[in-house]
């Protein structure tokens, strides 16, 4: 059991500001009286996300030969998502990719470049309603969405052992389900993961409420944990002022099994990670875990 922290340099961040819109939204449309009636539904400010017809994906890092878009089929809705191949041939494992709450899968493409650079193969896939999925996007859906996921590249021969989950905030919720429910993948890594709808509401929001009055699923990540036996790592920003480090990822930690390593990550906010710790240390770190 090993906990780390690693030192702070630059990169480019990832994401834009996860509680932003999860502050906006609220503080917008939704007045007091409605949350203290318990009839205000959070779901729709979770779930940022941005739909289009196509993507349009650079070719600065991945090549286009290397990169297969995916269509399949989740609770009888298309969703998309694309196959990046390793550019060594011989490269048996993959990662399974569980994105954050922006956008679409577009969004994230500079997170999979980083996977791809570490010589993996990669799979990148877009939850209902985001990009050009259809559908709309609830904690059954995504949860239906991963698993789609991982049965797509059952399909294309990946075997349990060589499968590595990577789930990034909201991608944390349907990476761990993936874990502790679908399969034992050969490593779980989580970053900036929440522990619970009740832990995003209260340090998230910042507001101190039942999460029964502004979310409708549980999102027990917490919990959920506890049935991982795979490997598990996570990684959470020190100054995340969004998804608290000790109320969330510090609480996912405590109740995982071993072995299990926490790097907790100094100056980094909630998209910050990669970027705090470079990229060569990032780099470094993901693939020496999963190797």
């Known amino acids: ?16 500001v996860f509680g932003i819109y999860f502050v906006i939204k609220m503080l917008t449309f939704v007045s007091m009286t409605n949350i203290l009636c318990g009839c205000f539904d959070l779901d729709s400010s979770l779930f940022n996300n941005d739909t289009f017809t196509a993507y349009n994906l650079r070719t600065t890092v991945i090549p286009e030969s290397l990169r297969t878009q995916v269509v399949l089929n989740s609770q009888g809705k298309k969703i998309y998502g694309y196959f990046v191949k390793s550019s060594n041939a011989n490269e048996k494992n993959v990662i ?47 949860y239906a969405d991963a698993n789609a996921a991982y049965y797509y590249l059952k ?21 761990t389900n993936l874990a502790a429910n679908t399969f034992t993948p050969r490593r779980l890594i989580l970053e900036s993961p929440f522990a619970s709808a009740s832990a995003l509401t209260q340090s998230g929001m910042l507001l101190d409420m039942p999460s029964t009055f502004v979310m409708k699923g549980e999102y027990n990540n917490a919990e959920k ?18 998804i608290d480090m000790e109320k969330n990822g510090k609480v996912i930690y405590r109740n995982a099994n071993d072995p299990k390593t926490f790097i907790a990550v100094p100056g980094a906010d909630h998209s910050e990670v990669p970027a705090k710790m470079g990229e060569a240390n990032y780099i470094s770190t993901i693939k020496s875990f999963i190797r």
């Not at 944990?225 to 969004?242: E, Q, S, W, Y």
């Open 155 to 175: 399909s294309q021969g990946f075997h349990d052992s060589l499968i590595t989950v990577y789930g990034f905030s909201l991608g944390g919720a349907t990476a």
């Open 96 to 142: 399974l990719y569980n994105h954050g709450n922006r956008d679409h899968l577009q969004f994230y493409w500079d997170r999979v470049e980083l996977l791809y650079k570490m010589g993996f193969n990669v799979f990148i896939y877009d939850y209902q309603g985001y990009g050009m999925s259809e559908g709309e996007p609830t904690e059954e859906a995504i």
């Open 225 to 242: 944990i506890k049935r991982v036996t795979a490997p598990v790592l996570i990684l959470h920003g020190v100054d995340d002022k969004f």
């Open 1 to 16: 059991m090993r906990e780390k922290k690693q030192n702070h340099s630059s990169f480019r961040n990832a994401e834009g």
